[in-house]
């Protein structure tokens, strides 16, 4: 509420952002408290937010630390020579009581990396510091400057609060661009029970996880070497399950997810201009961002991923809502697809949002690898 109410007396307007779990309740008071603007990509935001500054208003963008790496060209080479106004709010992860270690490099690197790149920023690490903020926003629209704001998760240590889901208020927001678009199939299974469903049919194919909870919940329903788990690197699942479907002739199978697709949406022409017969992305699409805190995605209403899919060159698509379904298009006998798919295909699996309660990983991400690599060696696989 304090940082809240210092924005709004700095004249912040508009607000971007990118989900982070650990600020998840600050980001829903923000929706509801300034003109809010979801991203896909954090680099978009640097673009938004310079367009708004040259029509006179005051843009502040919130995201996570390893979204900083997305936005350091486009701040370089756009704000900072511009010389536009940005405020930028980053969950500072990596440094406090962190649980992922794919956030740990970024997170500690980050003050070096602004100091390189001649970025001011503030650390916020307890209640107190909030007064150092109010000052530097105003520098930062009268000079038109960029400066960071690293808040450090131990501020929020004092315990979650309960936030609004906003998926309601998201779907009336977007309900009139619904209405002349065909029907689409019911969200009635969880992206858990589509993971077990292709646990289920494996064999000896390479499958790449998505980051976060996906991985989680594909490690718990069948484990194997052959699974490489993603546990950082948003958007990345796709272009890794084409690097190594480039290099075999094994079938690689590719768990992404929507909000991973939307942030990089280009990967999937890049597959459909190189053509993998052996590539099969199955994009579980749930309408949200399930391992931030359930923020909705922009599939909720407006985005089709299998027209995005046939957009980009793709022929072989198809939209699966049912775990039989699944079953059926995928391996039988297990290392292959039926002729009606041969790839690059695109299955759009709709799921409902939710998450499996599972426990973390129980390995390293040098562990993962490790594993994975052997089980390729051992199949004739170079590297």
């Avoid at 756009?78 to 962190?98: C, D, H, M, Q």
């Amino acid at each position: 509420e304090l940082l809240i109410n210092i924005l709004r007396t700095s004249g912040i307007n508009p607000v971007l952002s990118l989900p982070c779990e650990k600020i998840k309740n600050l980001l829903e008071m923000l929706k509801s408290n300034f003109f809010h603007i979801p991203l896909t990509r954090e680099e978009e935001g640097v673009g938004i937010s310079a367009g708004a500054a040259l029509a006179g208003r005051r843009p502040a963008i919130f995201v996570q630390s390893s979204g900083m790496g997305n936005m350091l060209n486009a701040l370089l080479s756009l704000t900072k020579t511009y010389e536009l106004p940005l405020a930028i709010f980053v969950s500072w992860r990596g440094i406090y009581n962190e649980r992922i270690k794919a956030q740990v490099p970024m997170g500690r690197a980050l003050p070096g990396i602004l100091d390189a790149c001649g970025i001011s920023y503030t650390v916020i690490e307890k209640k107190e510091d909030m007064e150092l903020i109010e000052p530097s926003l105003k520098e930062v629209y009268e000079k038109n400057r960029i400066h960071v704001f690293l808040i450090s998760p131990a501020i929020w240590r004092d315990g979650p609060l309960p936030y609004q889901q906003a998926r309601e208020r998201f779907r009336e927001e977007v309900f009139i661009f619904m209405i002349s678009r065909p029907a689409r199939p019911l969200r009635r299974y969880p992206r858990f029970d589509f993971i077990k469903t292709i646990a289920s049919v494996l064999y000896d194919e390479i499958v790449v996880s998505n980051l976060g909870i996906p991985s989680k919940e594909l490690f718990y329903a069948k484990h194997r070497p052959l699974n490489f788990y993603m546990l950082g690197s948003m958007g990345m699942a796709t272009p890794i399950g084409l690097g190594l479907s480039l290099f075999t002739k094994k079938r690689v199978i590719v768990i992404d997810g929507d909000g991973s697709i939307l942030m990089n949406p280009g990967s999937i022409g890049t597959v459909a201009y190189l053509r993998p017969e052996n590539l099969i992305i199955i994009g579980i699409d749930n309408g949200s961002y399930g391992s931030t805190g359930d923020q909705p995605t922009l599939t909720s209403g407006l985005i089709d991923l299998e027209e995005i899919a046939r957009a980009f060159g793709i022929r072989n698509t198809m939209k699966v809502s049912s775990k039989r379904e699944l079953r059926q298009l995928l391996l039988s006998p297990p290392s292959t697809l039926k002729k009606n798919l041969r790839g690059p295909s695109f299955l759009h699996v709709i799921a409902r949002p939710g998450n499996k309660d599972v426990p973390d990983i129980p390995l390293t991400p040098v562990e993962i690898k490790e594993q994975f690599s052997s089980a390729l060696l051992m199949d004739g696989i170079p590297l």
